[in-house]
């Protein structure tokens, strides 16, 4: 079975400070993976993926991964974030060939001024 | 990206009521469409699996009966909470699959509904 670990629940930084949110997932096989961020009391957008090629990944809003496969992580990465980037942010993974998405517990990214 | 979209976005209904919710893929087919369930300060709980056409496929412990889903057609799924109780107060949101996007889904801006 799958499982996403997203190893901080809460992630304070000050604007303009490089930030990285960490994820981890478990499968026993190919995996797509997936962040999405969460503003309140809306839906989920999807920030970027990986499915297969470069391992580094670059989406929107400046943000940008990296699929590590020895260390199955992807961890999200920003060099310099905005007070609009607060909100909460979702790693999520399903199989290659599953329609269903797993999702970690989210991390919730606070830019302080 | 292909744009989904949720109706209504808030709902307030008094318990023992049903209250549907509409989820809809504006510029693409979705075959399959996903039904999710968010606590407060919580991650998504996928309820169930919605197929164009056919029944949907629901998750270990939800209630089928309860939670009734219908997916007439390849862009509109819908979400009915049969007599509703407060306990199913909560943040639901659908997703769809763009058939040939390799596997990205889309989410919906989701739905808030309150049962008093």
């Known amino acids: 079975a799958q499982s996403v670990t997203q190893l901080d629940s809460q992630v304070p930084v000050f604007e303009e400070a490089p930030v990285e949110l960490r994820c981890n997932y478990s499968s026993s096989v190919s995996v797509y993976l997936f962040w999405y961020v969460q503003y309140p009391n809306q839906g989920l957008q999807l920030l970027l993926k990986y499915l297969s090629g470069s391992t580094l990944v670059k989406g929107i809003n400046g943000f940008e991964a990296e699929f590590n496969k020895s260390q199955t992580s992807f961890h999200l990465r920003k060099p310099s974030v905005h007070i609009s980037d607060t909100a909460e942010y979702f790693c999520?993974?399903?199989?290659?060939?599953?329609?269903?998405?797993?999702f970690g517990k989210g991390t919730k990214l606070t830019v302080n001024p | 990206g292909a744009v989904v979209s949720q109706h209504p976005s808030w709902v307030i209904c008094k318990s023992g009521t049903s209250v549907k919710i509409e989820c809809r893929s504006l510029d693409f087919q979705a075959t399959t469409m996903f039904w999710y369930r968010q606590f407060p300060k919580q991650s998504l709980m996928l309820m169930a699996t919605?197929?164009?056409?056919?029944?949907?496929?629901?998750e270990q412990g939800v209630e089928k009966d309860k939670f009734l889903i219908n997916h007439a057609s390849l862009t509109l799924s819908t979400l009915t909470v049969t007599s509703a109780h407060p306990e199913d107060s909560s943040f639901y949101i659908c997703s769809a699959r763009e058939g040939h996007s390799g596997n990205t889904i889309y989410f919906g801006e989701g739905s808030w509904l309150t049962v008093v």
């Open positions: 999520a993974v399903n199989q290659g060939g599953s329609e269903k998405l797993v």
């Open positions: 919605s197929n164009e056409g056919s029944k949907a496929t629901y």
